[in-house]
């Protein structure tokens, strides 16, 4: 009886590591999948996440998650960057090489970090918006 209790519960922990794995590995292989980090402006911690930017929406996955479903929704056309800086001794979880945005968007202001490599392309996708009539 105990060996079944501990083979069955060995292959739910095999089983989950599997899910988590084969959904990283999904997020990553979209076009415009970046790896960012991402924190309302104000919280202390960092969460790191897969990005998928096409269209007029960023959709941000939380990494460790086995969630299929985003865990944010910025919309492009509300997206405003105010200021880039590289990580402060602070930003304990960041890489020393990424780059810090801190944007305003439709749900309120948050801090973004990503590669450098990564900058460029996010900061044209966001510059070629279509305009709104507001």
């Known amino acids: 009886m105990t060996t079944a209790i501990l083979v069955l519960v060995g292959l739910l922990v095999v089983g989950?590591?599997?899910?988590?794995?084969l959904r990283r590995r999904f997020l990553l292989s979209g076009l415009g999948a970046v790896t960012m980090?991402?924190?309302?402006?104000?919280?202390?911690?960092w969460s790191v996440g897969v990005a998928w930017y096409s269209g007029d929406m960023l959709l941000w996955y939380r990494g460790l998650s086995l969630s299929v479903r985003p865990?944010?929704?910025?919309?492009?056309?509300?997206?405003?960057?105010?200021?880039?800086?590289?990580p402060t001794p602070g930003?304990?979880?960041?890489?020393?090489?990424?780059?810090?945005?801190?944007c305003r968007t439709g749900a309120g202001p948050h801090d973004l970090a990503m590669d450098s490599s990564t900058v460029t392309g996010f900061l044209?996708?966001?510059e070629s918006a279509p305009p709104v009539d507001r």
């Open 16 to 21: 989950l590591v599997a899910a988590f794995l």
């Open 37 to 45: 980090w991402l924190r309302p402006a104000g919280a202390p911690r």
């Open 71 to 86: 865990n944010q929704r910025l919309c492009r056309s509300e997206f405003q960057v105010d200021a880039r800086r590289r």
């Open 91 to 102: 930003d304990l979880s960041l890489p020393a090489e990424s780059v810090v945005l801190t």
């Open 124 to 126: 044209s996708w966001i």
